[in-house]
């Protein structure tokens, strides 16, 4: 079964305008959910994590239990956004990422 | 910052030869190890999980005969793809993790190509 739900594979968006990423999970214990960045020939590397509800590079998380989510947004687009970006789900034994979503950023 | 090192970055060698890929955490202890594989335009795919000291843990579909893990200290795993061939040709990235709670760090990733 799908672990984590990333249901926008494409999402284009204007500078300046708010973006959200979707992200769903599929877990009965306590989920520990992260959302990763890859750049145009870049590594991956970790954007957040929702424990420690911070914005790093103003994106911000919230995981939501009642509506299994952990949605990533940005009010203000900018064009250095552009990229990959994964959700992934921490269940202690396991690692489950999503299939990812292309965010491109229009100026 | 947690820093993973993976090499070679770019490989090509001829079919039938045997290819080690190595993953080295460079300032941390990295109990566990994964190893993906990212198709062009598409997602990763995890292959193999690897604790230090145990046998990888490989996922479905997966040919454990095929990729060779081992994770022999807390700071080195290798993927040696056997007797490769052209369909092996793909992009390979590990990542390593301190614990059970930690994010996975990931490396630069590994092009194999296979002629």
């Known amino acids: 079964a799908q672990r984590v739900t990333q249901p926008e594979k494409l999402l284009s968006v204007f500078k300046g305008a708010p973006v959200e990423l979707k992200c769903n999970y599929s877990?009965?214990?306590?989920?520990?959910l992260f959302w990763y960045v890859q750049y145009s020939r870049q590594r991956l590397q970790l954007l957040l994590r929702?424990?420690s509800r911070e914005s790093i590079k103003g994106f911000t998380a919230d995981l939501n239990k009642g509506e299994t989510s952990f949605h990533l947004k940005k009010p203000f687009a900018q064009e250095e956004d552009s990229a990959m970006y994964y959700c992934a789900l921490n269940t202690g034994n396991q690692f489950y990422f999503g299939t990812g979503t292309s965010l491109t950023v229009i100026p | 910052g947690a820093v993973v090192s993976q090499h070679p970055s770019w490989v090509i060698c001829k079919s039938g030869t045997s290819v080690k890929i190595e993953c080295r955490s460079l300032d941390f202890q990295a109990t566990t190890m994964f190893w993906y594989r990212q198709f062009p335009k598409q997602s990763l795919m995890l292959m193999a999980t690897s604790n230090e000291g145990s046998k990888a843990t490989y996922e479905q579909g997966v040919e454990k005969d095929k990729f060779l893990i081992n994770h022999a200290s807390l700071t080195l795993s290798t993927l040696t793809v056997t007797s490769a061939h052209p369909e092996d040709s793909s992009f390979y990235i590990c990542?390593?993790?301190?614990?059970?709670?930690?994010?996975?760090?990931f490396g630069d990733g590994t092009r194999l190509s296979i002629l």
């Open positions: 877990y009965s214990g306590s989920p520990e």
């Open positions: 990542s390593a993790r301190e614990g059970g709670g930690q994010p996975q760090h």
């Open positions: 929702h424990i």
